[in-house]
């Protein structure tokens, strides 16, 4: 499992996402982003998407 904290790409925001892979998270981000964000697709750059990739975080499944 991974977890993701949208704040830790800069938002003062208290958004956490728990998936199973990346890719689940980034679709998760992408979701929240234009919900909470007003983004939209284009927003989502490789390098936003490289920078989400890097402050995932590993959780121990139990
Ligand atoms: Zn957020």
Redesign the pocket.
């Known amino acids: 499992m991974l977890s993701f904290k ?1 704040r830790d790409v800069g ?1 003062d ?1 208290d ?1 956490v996402v728990v998936e199973d892979n990346d890719t689940e998270i980034i679709k998760k981000v992408m979701e ?2 234009k919900r ?2 007003n983004l939209n697709s284009n927003d989502f750059t490789p390098s936003l998407i490289d920078n989400i990739r890097s402050k995932m975080q590993k959780v121990e499944d139990n």
């Open positions: 949208c938002f925001c958004y929240h982003g909470d964000h």
